[in-house]
């Protein structure tokens, strides 16, 4: 069968972005050959991003991208026991049940990508529902089946795990206040990035219909025009009653409206002068905040914005998606003019939040109202967060004798909301 690239265009230097005409029923996947493994077989989406230089056939159903110079840091030159590690794995890749619409999904793939562990990106439908059931605890997505017969779920973990068997390439500065400032980035994209992800994803008409249709095509991929859009309706009437889930009602929109605004600004400016948060690789905290902007890249309202207003921002989401180790991280000297606000941010509004709703959700209270940035903010609490609060802040306990690192977390309003007595 014939694939026909509708379109190839250099999306920053050294990538390409390919459309390919045909979606995932006439394309089933790609290879990628890497010479310590074997191969990658990753399931094509309709937009594929490959680096230049690298020859790409189309060989019967696929394409195959071949080279060792798929990634920057190819081959990976890990010991000779990592190398066993790796090619136990690989007659059986990792599966990761995910959605393209699910930031903590695609969040947990760049992740795979990073650490090129070879694994198979399966987007979870009806037809795979029972495989995904022998792996799920939960009814979400990511889902990832491991080699030896395990399950993983929840991104962060997820990550954790990969650190766990996969060390390099890190996302983890050595300098430890950088470290910290990181998880506590990746913990602020999953929470507050979603607030606002998810508010503008069901609030105006148009996201709601644009976000049910393409959900709904995604679960049914050679559905006939009437049946996509009879699962449109029944997803778009589920999914707008959940707002409340992350504050979303009409006292906080234009609230939330501004907070986004101002943290688009924040990391425009930021990464206007580097490729990743922490210089020129990606650090953990990049994995948590770009899912969640990639995602409203896809949703009309905050595409609309981001294209507008933040180019830089745009170039890092499409880099995060297939992220590679360009340099070093920076110094906190030459990140400080720019990452120091977006701390501050996060001391303003995150943070507080978030130990406001920890409170509300000990006391049993049903909404509660917390002061940011001068203005009152109200909402019901949720659960998942409370526990991830826990987390940070046990994490930071692990490194509370930092100097450096109580410095800037006082300089920029974070360090109170760390301490368990707050
Ligand atoms: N904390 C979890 C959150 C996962 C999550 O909320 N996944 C959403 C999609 S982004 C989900 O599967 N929701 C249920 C559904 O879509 O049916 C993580 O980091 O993986």
């Not at 049910?212 to 679960?219: I, P």
């Not at 501050?344 to 709703?357: H, M």
């Not at 409370?386 to 802040?393: F, G, I, P, W």
Request: aromatic content about 12%; proline content about 7%.
């Amino acid at each position: 069968m014939k694939i026909r690239v509708r379109k190839i265009r250099p999306v920053e230097t050294g990538f390409l972005e390919m459309r390919l005409d045909e979606g995932p029923p006439q394309v089933s996947y790609l290879e990628i050959v890497n010479p310590d493994f074997g191969f990658v077989k990753r399931p094509a989406e309709n937009a594929v991003f490959v680096r230049t230089g690298v020859p790409v056939h189309n060989s019967g159903n696929a394409f195959r991208v071949c080279g060792p110079c798929m990634r920057g840091e190819w081959p990976v030159r890990d010991g000779p026991e990592k190398r066993q590690e790796r090619q136990k794995f690989m007659s059986k890749p990792y599966i990761v049940f995910g959605s393209e619409m699910s930031p903590y999904s695609v969040k947990a793939r760049s992740y795979f990508r990073y650490k090129a562990v070879p694994h198979q990106w399966v987007v979870r439908r009806p037809e795979n529902e029972a495989e995904y059931k022998k792996v799920a605890r939960l009814p979400i997505v990511p889902a990832v089946a491991t080699p030896d017969g395990g399950a993983l779920q929840d991104s962060t973990p997820i990550m954790e795990y990969l650190d766990g068997h996969f060390p390099e390439p890190s996302t983890h500065p050595a300098d430890p206040a950088l470290g910290f400032l990181s998880l506590l980035l990746e913990e602020f994209g999953d929470e507050w990035g979603n607030k606002l992800m998810f508010h503008f994803r069901w609030w105006a008409d148009v996201d709601q219909i644009a976000t049910a249709q393409t959900l709904a095509r995604q679960m049914l991929p050679r559905g006939t025009d009437a049946e996509v859009q009879q699962a449109a309706t029944m997803i778009r009437t589920r999914m707008t009653g959940r707002g409340y889930f992350v504050g979303s009602s009409k006292e906080t929109a234009p609230l939330i409206a501004g907070y986004l605004d101002t943290l688009l600004d924040l990391l425009e400016n930021h990464l206007g002068t580097r490729k990743y948060l922490f210089g020129a690789r990606p650090s953990f905290g990049d994995f948590g905040v770009f899912a969640q902007f990639y995602e409203m890249l896809n949703d009309p309202t905050c595409a609309s914005l981001i294209r507008a207003r933040a180019v830089h921002v745009i170039n890092w989401c499409y880099r995060m998606i297939e992220p590679r180790n360009d340099g070093e991280f920076e110094s906190w000297q030459s990140l400080q003019p720019t990452l120091e606000p977006i701390l501050t941010y996060v001391g303003q509004y995150f943070l507080p939040w978030s130990v406001a709703n920890a409170k509300a959700l000990q006391s049993g209270a049903e909404s509660f109202t917390v002061t940011l940035a001068g203005t009152e903010y109200t909402q019901q609490p949720q659960k998942y967060h409370a526990k991830s609060l826990q987390v940070l802040r046990a994490k930071y306990a692990a490194v509370a004798d930092n100097a450096a690192l109580n410095e800037i977390l006082t300089k920029t309003g974070c360090l109170a909301w760390l301490q368990p007595s707050q």
